[in-house]
């Protein structure tokens, strides 16, 4: 199957998870993530109407966002983000999925005022208890959405969440619920004005669906868009791929 036909069959499915939920349909972005797929990939993705990247390294999107210029697309940063990659991560990505403490909140901050933009973000989550993930608990992020009242430069559009890996989308269902009922109560608070909560992230490819049925906002999907992955260990020697060596040329 070439791309376009995965991206059609899994835009067919979004449609009608959202129906299902009597949902608008249009209420749902889909954001390809990309990590680990070559350029020319990505571009081919593109060109079947893909409109959202998502990558989870900084310098590996740098790469490919310089081995593709000229894309009509957005990039958005789905994986942690280390403070000292702040300044790059602000100038790439149009927005930031994992904001997960105030530290980076100062930083993103820091250099959206310094550049010139307003970094928009969304607060990752963490609703298990998990030592290898990222997110702030549940119960810290009241307080830090009014902390963030403090950093004008960056705006806050609602949670992330990456869940615990269930195979089933029936066990993971519950944390959307929980991340959705989250936003609802959060909306109710007294908040500052950037941080204006519309977004949910949440589901991937093997749960989307059920995840549009909980009220995702951006689904993150790469494995049924692109195939299977590459391993991270052994990248693809093409991931950045004809593109770079088109743009020494030019
Ligand atoms: C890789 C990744 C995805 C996409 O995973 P698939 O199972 O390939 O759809 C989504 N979100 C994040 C944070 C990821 O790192």
New binding site residues.
Partial sequence: MTIKDRLTQVQRRIRAAALRAGRDPGEVQL?A?S?LISAERIREGVEAGIRIL?E?RVQEARAKVEALPGLEVEWHL??HLQTNKAKLAVRLFSLI??LDSLRLAQELDKWGRSLGKTVETLVQVKLAEEETKTGLPEEEVLPFLRAVGDLPSVRVQGL?L?PPYCPDPEEVRPYFRRLRQLLDHLKGEPLPENVVLRHLSMG???D?EAAIEEGATLV???????GP?PSAAEPEPATVGQGGRGLAAI
């Fill in positions: 954001v993530v990590k998502g989870n789905v994986g999925h994992s992330m990456l991937m490819s093997h989307f993150r999907i790469g494995t049924a868009l692109f992955r």
